[in-house]
């Protein structure tokens, strides 16, 4: 595999656990005990905090990535081994 498919593959996985991160640990002010902002929505973030965010996705962005290489390189599971239809067989 190329270092450049590599980055891209990477960067793929850190953007999917962004989704996967984002929602764990944010508190909204009434839950955190200070008063809201007027027009603040109820339901908006209190302190939060993008660098430990970031540093917590890209440890689950990073031991993602090392499976993914891991399979690629032992191919544990491939395309024959999802295909449940057997769509993979040869027509002739």
């Not at 027009?39 to 302190?47: D, N, R, T």
């Not at 970031?54 to 690629?72: D, E, I, P, S």
Request: glycine content about 10%.
């Amino acid at each position: 595999m190329q270092i450049t498919s590599m980055i891209a593959i990477y960067f793929l996985i850190w953007v999917f656990c962004v989704f996967l991160v984002l929602p764990f640990g944010v508190r909204t002010a009434d839950e955190a005990g200070v008063a809201r902002i007027p027009g603040q929505a109820e339901s908006a973030p209190h302190g939060f905090r993008p660098g430990r965010t970031a540093m917590r996705v890209t440890l689950l962005a990073t031991a993602l990535f090392g499976l993914f290489l891991l399979n690629y390189h032992f191919g544990w599971v491939t395309a024959e081994t999802l295909d449940f239809v057997g769509g993979t067989k040869p027509v002739g």
